[in-house]
Each structure stands twice: as C-alpha cells, then as structure tokens.
C-alpha cells in the first residue's frame, strides 16, 4: 500500500481489503482486515471492496463493517459487480422481471458507507436498463 502511495502521490490510490484468510467476522477477529483498513487511513490510501451486498452476512461483517464503524479521511469506494444487480456474486445470470435496485445500492453506499467512489460493473442487460437511466445527465 505504500508503494502505491508513493508512485501515485498527486492520484486518488485505493486498496480493495475484503475476506482475510483465516478470520470471520465477527466471530473470529484476528484484526487482519481492521490492520489493513487502519493503515490506509495512517497513510492516506482509500479503501475499498468489492460486491455491495448489504443482505448478506459475509459482506456486512467484513468490508461493510470496516466502512460503516470507521471514521475515515481518506476515499472509500465500493463496487457493484456481476450479480449483485440481482442481490448475488458473480453471476451472469439474467432475472426477467426483476426489480430494480440500483437507487437502494447507491443510497446504501453514499448514506450508509458514506463512499466516494462507487463502481459499476457493465453487466447487461443491467447497466444500461437499471444503471444508466438511475443517474440521468446533470442530475
């Protein structure tokens, strides 16, 4: 994470920490994850993950959590991957009819996280029925 920081001093730098091996949280706290999100912050690298799943335990015990209880200066960003248009990870798969909730993952990362940064995966049909008509020009 220092490297990064200081080949890229004048650039927004974030580290990605998500599931530690060997730790669950937050039953079995090693403090792995917590050490990686603290160093962060000390040097001013933003902090991020992957998969905005905010009904699934995993999720919400482990990078959620780290944003939500942290007070932080640096950047957090989080992502919307393959799946999670859908409340899932890493899947292709396309649900007809399914409810749009991109408004409630975006109003979940700004309010609740309180991100700088989200990042959409471009999975269709999802980004261009769900993603891009959620954000309409100079809004």
Known sequence: ?????????RSVTMQYANFMYDEWLPWDDKGYLRSI????????VGLGGPDLMFTKKGQLNHTIAMMHEGVFTVPLGIAVQDGNY?????????VAGHKNIVP????FAKDFL???????????PYFSQDVIPSFPMGK
């Open 1 to 9: 994470m220092l490297a990064l920081k200081k080949a890229f001093p």
């Open 37 to 44: 999100y603290d160093y962060g912050e000390k040097i001013g």
């Open 86 to 94: 859908i409340g899932e990870t890493g899947t292709g798969r396309v």
């Open 104 to 107: 409630v993952l975006h109003d």
């Open 114 to 124: 309180r991100v700088s940064y989200m990042f959409w995966s471009n999975q269709e």
